[in-house]
C-alpha cells in the first residue's frame, strides 16, 4: 500500500489513474489543480505524486519547483507529448521519472515501484521530529510540548511541519506560502504573519521572545530548540 497524490486536471485520466492504483490497493488522492496538489502534498505527505505537466493555474514545472522547496518526495512526471525538452526541464527542476500519455497500468505501477526503491523507503513515510521538548509526528498530525499535546489547526500544524523538516534553517516567507498555502507569489505575506503567531501563541513565546520559532528579519523564519539560560 502506497499513499499516492495524483495533480491531473483532466478528470477522466485523474479517475481512471484512481481506478488502477486503488485497484493496486494504493491509498490515492487526486487534486485537479497545482495550488491545491502543492497544499495535499504538504497535508497528506504522499509517498510518491504523479504531477501532470499541464495544469490550469500553474505550470507543471512550477508546481515541481515549490514542492521541492519544501519535500524530497518522489516525482514521477506525466507529459502529454513526448516533448524532449519539456521532459528535461521537468527532471532538472527535480523530477524523478517521467511517463508520456497515454501509458498502461503496468507501466505505471513498474514507474512507481523504481522511484520507491530508489528513495529507500516503502513504508510509512517521514517520521516524528523532536527539536528541545517539541514533537511533532507527520503520520498523526500531533504535536506535544514537554509531553503535553498541543492543538493545533490543519495550517498551522502544515506551517509548523514544514519548519521542522529543515530544523535549524531558515525557511522563507515565499516558501511558506507556496508549501502550506499553494501560494505562487507575494501578496500573501500577512497570512504568513497571522499563522505564525498564532503557532507562537499555542507554543507558548513571542516574536520578540522566542524559545522554538526565530524570526530572520526580512528572510524567513528558522526552527529551532530553546537556548539554555545562562
Ligand atoms: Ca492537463
Known amino acids: 500500500m502506497t499513499r499516492i497524490l495524483v ?27 497545482g495550488a491545491s496538489g502543492l497544499s ?29 522547496a519544501v519535500s524530497q518526495v518522489p516525482v514521477i512526471v506525466i507529459t502529454a507529448q513526448d516533448d524532449d525538452r519539456t521532459v528535461v526541464q521537468a527532471l532538472d527542476a527535480g523530477a524523478d521519472d517521467y511517463l508520456v500519455k497515454p501509458f498502461g497500468s503496468d507501466q505505471l505501477a513498474a514507474r512507481i515501484r523504481a522511484v520507491l526503491r530508489r528513495a529507500g523507503t516503502n513504508s510509512s513515510g517521514d517520521p516524528a521530529v523532536r527539536v528541545g521538548e517539541l514533537e511533532i509526528d507527520p503520520a ?53 504573519d497571522v499563522h505564525l503567531s498564532w503557532l507562537r501563541r499555542k507554543l507558548g513565546e513571542t516574536a520578540a521572545e522566542p524559545r522554538y520559532l526565530y524570526t530572520v528579519r526580512g528572510v524567513g523564519v528558522r526552527l529551532a530548540a530553546p537556548v539554555p539560560e545562562a
Open 40 to 68: 495535499l502534498a504538504l497535508q497528506e505527505q504522499p509517498e510518491v505524486v504523479l504531477l501532470d505537466l499541464g495544469l490550469p493555474d500553474l505550470d507543471g514545472r512550477q508546481v515541481l519547483q515549490m514542492l521541492r
Open 140 to 192: 498523526t498530525r500531533r504535536v506535544s510540548l514537554g509531553g503535553t499535546p498541543v492543538e493545533l489547526s490543519r495550517k498551522e500544524f502544515d506551517l509548523l511541519w514544514l519548519l521542522a523538516t529543515r530544523p535549524g534553517e531558515v525557511v522563507t516567507k515565499r516558501e511558506m506560502l507556496a508549501g502550506v498555502w499553494g501560494l505562487p507569489f507575494g501578496g500573501g505575506d500577512r497570512t504568513v
Open 7 to 33: 495533480v491531473e486536471d483532466d478528470p477522466a485520466i485523474g479517475r481512471l489513474l484512481r481506478r488502477s492504483l486503488t485497484d493496486r490497493g494504493d491509498v490515492v488522492t487526486v487534486a485537479g489543480d
